[in-house]
Structures are given as C-alpha cells and as structure tokens.
C-alpha cells in the first residue's frame, strides 16, 4: 500500500497505489462507465501523434470559455520574454473543469477533521508512506506541474504550477513552462530569530530547479524512497533550462510517461539539501542525510493552495489558505486536525461538534443511522437523526485484505495461503460485521471494471476443504493435541501451526473479523494468535516486514499499476510496499509488459491474466472493496467527492463561519 509530494504526484496522475490506510478513501462508481471510456480515450490517445495527443478537449463547466492566462492550461501564446520550444505543438495542458471558491461561497470558513492515528511519523513526502500524509497535509500544501480534473474526467490535466506542456518525440520529451510568482511558505517550528537559521527568512521562489531535485532525491539510491524510485528508472534526464523552463525524457514510450511527467511534484531544494545552519550537504551523502533531515519531523514546507500553519506531536495540526497561492484559492480559510488514536473517538467527537466531518465505521454506522432507519420512534437529540448531520455513502477506490508473509514458513506453500482464505469467512463478515458496506472482490481491482476476469469465482467458505488443503500440504496433528504440525525446515522437529495476526489499534470491525476468524481456524487445528500495534508502530512492522499476517488495505488509482506491490524487485527495498515478498516470474512478465503497454484491449487481457494468477497464488486474502460513511455538519456545504485519490477532497468545499 506511500507517498509524499512525489507520491503525490504518483497518485494523482493515474497508475495504482499509494499506500496503506484502512480504507480511507472514497469513489462514486456510479460514473465508472464514463471512467472507462475516459481511460480507453486517453491511452489511444498515447499512441497517436503529439499533435492529437495535445488536441483533446474538455467543456468548462458551464460552458464558460476559460481564459486564455498563464495557468488555465488555454495559453497558446508565450509571455513576454518567454521563447516555446516547440511553438508548433499544442498545449497538452486544458482549462480545469472545476473553480472555486463556489458563487456565494463563505470564505471565513474553519473545517476541522479527524487525525485519528496518532502523530506522524514525518513529513518528508518522499520518506513517509502514510495516506494520511497524503490525503490530509500533501494535497493541499504540496505544488505539482498539473492535475487532472479530479471531479469531472481525471484523463485530462490541467495546470497547476505550469501554463503549458510540450509533449514531443513520440510522447518521450515533456517540456514544461512555469508560472513565476510562487513562494516556498516559510518553515513552521524554527525559531528564525536564531542565528543558525537566519538563512530561513525571506522568499524562497519555486522553480524548475525544485522538480529536478525531487527527482534526483528519488533516484539516489541512498534515499529510502525505493516505492517512488521504480517508477522514474526509466527517465533518462531531467533538466532545468532556466527558472522557469523544465524538460523531462524518457528512454522510451511508456504508458505511464504522461502521468509521471505532468504530475511530478516539487521539492524546496533550498530546505532538504542543506543542514541547520544552511550549510549544503556534500554531494557523496546527500542522500543519506537526506533520509535523516533536521527538519523531516517539524512540517511540511509547500507552495501549493494551503500551508501548514502548525503541528503540535500529539495534539494538533493545522493549515491556513495560501493567499499567496498562484492559483485559483479555496473558499475554507483553515482546516485543523486535532490528533488522538482512538479512532473510535470519532463519532463522539462529531456528536459533540468537535469536528465538522468525519467518517462512521460501520459498527457506528449501525449504531446512530441503520438501526432507526423505518421506525417512527427515534432519538430526539441526535445530529444523525435530526439533519444536523448529513451521511453520504460511497464506494471507495481500494479493497481491504489479509497479507500472508510469504517469508514465514507457514504460508510459502499456495495451498496454505488458499486454506486461510477457505476458512475466511467474508460473506459473514461483510454482512454482518461491516453491515453490508462494502463487496467482496477477488483480486485487486474495483468491483465492475473490465480488469476482472469473469471466470474467477470468490473461493467459498469451506472449513472441511480449508484442512484438506492444508493436510495435502504436509500438515497434520502427529500428538493429538488438536493442533496440526509438521517439520518447518528438514531435520527439524514438529511445530504447530500457530501465527500471528496484526491487526492496527482502534479498529473495532477488524478485531471482530480477527476473532470469528481465529475462531473458525481453530476448528481445523491452526491457532492464530492476535496482536495489536498503534498505527505508525503497525507501520514501522510493515516496513520491518515483521510480522506472520495482518489486515489491511490499499488505495487504487484511475488507472492500474501493479509493479510497486506485486512486482518481485520490490519485494526486499526498504520500506516496499511489496511487504509479503510475493515473487512471481509469471506475474512479473505481466506487470512489465503492462507498462509498456498502451492498447486497451490488450491491457484490459494482461490485467485479467494478472487477476487469474493472483487468484491462483492467493499472496492476500482479498475480502472487500468498502463503503465508507461520511458525514458532516449542516454548515460544510458543497460536499462532492472527486473521482480519483485523494477522494475525500475539501478543496471545492466551503463552511459558513458562525454569525
């Protein structure tokens, strides 16, 4: 299931991942149809020429004609001063399809949201691996070439930070114009009244230089940013012409080319590749001293729509509108997160209007919403019940599942792995423990989609076929203790088949689903231990790869990559998100030629292919692609969610200040 402004930039153009949160993260499936076709469109699009790879176009919304400035992604003419490379190719940027703040909009407004995972564990975007991170802090504080039209058809960008882009030579070379006027914000919990960081003060203008630097941080092979780094390793340069002009090539045409290019995001050079006292790193450890930043664990310093006014570790964390920001500004004045780790706090906390949104695990769901539903007699004073609250359901874009530690000998074996799934009883736990929020999936990829092979049936729950696997895999119980045993290792004695399940703390539905689980595997002689971890610990474990089995869950992207979880490469960096060392010839043969890949129709094959292994090997017990309940207060207005990552998306959201 990581990622930083890179990450970011990863994510939000389109290939599959980031990383891990339980479910966090939602979609309106109800426009898949058009999703689709949107994709079929753009990955055509791919393999034409520039120039009609650069003329596909958007309808403002309204119909309104964008104007033609520096930005709107509609500015066929260059700035004074400024010579075009290719003056010849049209601009592949389009006017952006939504505009805030919304007409009659407040713009005092503060949202206050959960942070219910306790402290960070950073803020280097390209370090941590927390969906938090990306969701809550880098979406609205970090700045990238271009995004995509996330609410209306996510395969049309348009410019954030640059007014044009060239693509030339085959979609190899991205030419890159950016808008000057935009400022590093300062950096937050630095006494700049200090000496040593005098050097912090004044403006820090952002340019061509702080993409390069990004990029280089994620090649270097010092810096543990090993998820990032796959996807980069076929750029063959990366070059600041000027302050204001950036050239990207790639060694070859690849189908992720676009969306690595125009969302790549930028990095202050001027912070990370200095010490304290503002001294520069030498070249030779750059990387390592990189990884161990003085400032990695103060806040995040960004040019984008919001800054981080503020982080106080175990308390809170807040950000303030940039007014300074080079595009179109967001009607919420301030967004604050207070912290806590009790996620089950969070519906008292909505209750009591301490926070102004929230989503209900569906335990609460149940709990202040689905058991009242059809009766008259109701609670008078509940904000769920009485309007004060508004509950939207949504189809997220991830799927939730069970990891099995390839390394650990109890589930090296397929047949192992695929009797834990037998003996997963998801229909059960899906209707009953996640009170039907959600659809059971088979593999890694949303409900629906083409990607899916239609002849992989979900393995049905069956405890009698669960330890027949397992006995045709060598284990049985030799001592009539109850348990089944065998020799992990030749010449070793016999040792039950007892493990460990990580489940994160404060999830009350995966603790339900870990004990009907441990107890339905305890009827086939295998004991499962349950242990629990605070969520940045359940991180580092990740990371560490220490554990047998946990729960989790991953945020899929507009369009599939499958090569940062599933690819064997990936399976002993540090930090991968390949955590259960799945390592597959086959499947690695699939995930390379997908990249390089642009038909549909053969995509659409390879993922199905793709589907049909994972099924085969059963690396993760798939279980559901979840709901999610959101809810907010009355005065949040203008609550629509985007249709790629990060899905729960306030920037076109407004809240009326108190009177």
Known sequence: MRNESLLRAVVVGAFGLVLLLLGVVLVQMNHLEGRLIAQAQQIRALGEATDRLASRGVKVSGGAAAAAVPGSGADDSPPPGVKFRHPEVPNFLKPADTHWPPPGASVEGLLIRPWDMGDPKGFNPLLENSAYNTELVENYASISLANTNAWTNPSIYHGELAYRAEVTDDSKEFTFYLRPGARWQTPINVNLDEPQHAWLKGEHPVTAEDFVFAIEMILNPQVESGPNRNYYADLESIKA??????????????????????????????????????????????????????????????????????????????????????????????????????????????????????????????????????????????????????????????????????????????????????????????ENVY???????????????????????????????????????????????????????????????????????????????????????????????????????????MDEKNFDAYVAAWVTGWEPDLFQIWHSSQADIPKGSNRIGFRNKEADKIIETLRSTLDMDERTKLLQAFHRLVAEEQPYSFFQAPKAVICAWKEVENVIFSKTFPNVNALPWSVRAAP
């Open 435 to 541: 009170v039907g929020l959600g659809t059971l999936v088979t593999g890694p990829y949303p409900p629906g989609t083409p990607y899916n092979d239609p002849t992989v049936q979900p393995i049905p729950f069956d405890l009698d076929g669960a330890k027949k696997l397992l006995v045709e895999a060598g284990w049985s119980d030799s001592d009539g203790d109850g348990l089944l045993d065998k020799a992990l290792h030749a010449g070793e004695p016999r040792k039950p088949f007892e493990f460990t399940f990580l489940v994160p703390t404060g999830r009350k539905e995966a603790m339900v689903l870990a004990n009907i689980f441990r107890d339905d595997l305890l009827k086939i002689g295998v004991k499962m231990n349950i242990d629990t971890a605070e969520w940045s610990l359940f991180l580092k474990r």
């Open 241 to 430: 012409l000027d302050a204001t002009t950036l050239v990207m090539r790639w060694k070859k045409k690849a189908f992720l080319n676009v969306s690595l290019s125009l969302g790549a995001s930028a990095l202050p050079k001027f912070l990370y590749s200095r010490d304290e006292r503002g001294v520069p790193f030498p070249k030779e450890t750059l990387g390592t001293r990189f990884n161990q930043h003085w400032y990695n664990h103060k806040g995040l310093v960004g040019a984008g729509a919001y800054y981080m006014s503020e982080y106080v570790p175990g308390a809170k964390l807040g950000l303030v509108r940039n007014e300074s920001y080079i595009g179109e500004k967001p009607a919420i004045r301030s967004i604050a997160y207070p912290i806590y780790t009790d996620p089950t706090q969070t519906v008292i906390k909505l209750k009591a209007h301490e926070l102004s949104v929230g989503e209900l695990q569906p335990g609460q769901y149940r709990e202040e919403i689905l058991q009242y539903e059809g009766k008259k007699d109701v609670p008078k004073n509940s904000p769920f019940l009485d309007g004060r609250i508004v509950c939207q359901k949504s189809q997220t874009s991830g799927y939730r599942y069970i990891g099995w530690n390839a390394a650990r000998p109890y589930f090296e074996d397929k047949r192992a792995r695929r009797a834990m799934t037998m003996a997963f009883d998801r229909k059960r736990i899906l």
